[in-house]
């Protein structure tokens, strides 16, 4: 099934910032949040294009879903918005399971230490074929970004699921992708966001990204 409509689990900054870019491109989107009513203004701004919606209704509205959710919840809100709507389809995993307890930087959770969010969310999806994308660079750089050549790091097990994501990201006029493998790599992802976190706070420089450098 060609991807039409876009599915997003997750109404924060990284949630909205990803369906205003969806719907830049032509998708129709619906982003779901625990109280879609607060997202009111943020819909009648995008002139029809993006809808509002339950977690479930988010995830059974999309062809391909997106998980933008805060990285300690995540697993909790896939149950809320029903492995079943998620199944047979391109999920991309964009959570980053950051633990602030101690202030900033950040560390990881330490549930997942030894493996990763992204591991987890398929384990939980077991019909769906994640993609962990777009967790290693702020928000302000996931949609046309201003370095070139730019190639975002993904990770999956489904190779035709990874070919959409790099589509997408095309469309987004990323240069394309660089694959790490299975989905077992997230954890290196993942590792890589709060590497990014500290860097940033070393410098300042907020609307940065790592890029590989040939």
Do not use: H
């Not at 995008?46 to 998980?67: C, H, N, P, Y």
């Not at 029903?82 to 549930?111: A, C, H, Q, Y």
């Not at 928000?139 to 070919?163: H, T, W, Y």
């Not at 493998?181 to 907020?206: H, Y």
């Amino acid at each position: 099934m060609p991807t039409e409509k876009i599915g997003i689990v997750g109404s924060g900054e990284v949630g909205q910032r990803l369906a205003k870019s969806f719907s830049t491109v032509g998708y129709e989107v619906k982003i779901g949040s625990r109280s879609p009513y607060k997202l009111k203004d943020f819909t009648k701004e995008a002139g029809g294009r993006i809808s509002a919606g339950t977690f479930d209704e988010a995830a059974s509205f999309g062809d391909l879903v997106v998980i933008a959710t805060n990285g300690e919840a995540t697993e909790n809100i896939i149950d809320l918005a029903g492995r079943e709507n998620f199944s047979g389809k391109v999920v991309i995993d964009v959570t980053n399971p950051l633990d602030f307890s101690k202030g900033m930087p950040p560390d990881l959770l330490t549930k997942y230490v030894q493996t990763s969010l992204g591991e987890s969310v398929q384990r939980k999806l077991q019909d769906s074929k994640v993609v962990k994308c777009f967790n290693t660079v702020p928000n302000s750089v996931m949609f046309r970004p201003k370095f070139k050549p730019s190639e975002m790091l993904i990770c999956g097990n489904d190779a035709n699921a990874k070919q959409e994501v790099t589509r997408l990201l095309k469309e987004f006029e990323w240069s394309g992708s660089i694959d790490l493998g299975g989905i077992e790599n997230a954890r290196w992802l993942e590792a890589l966001c709060v590497l990014w976190v500290k860097t940033a706070s070393a410098t300042g420089a907020w609307n940065s990204m790592f890029a590989l450098v040939k």
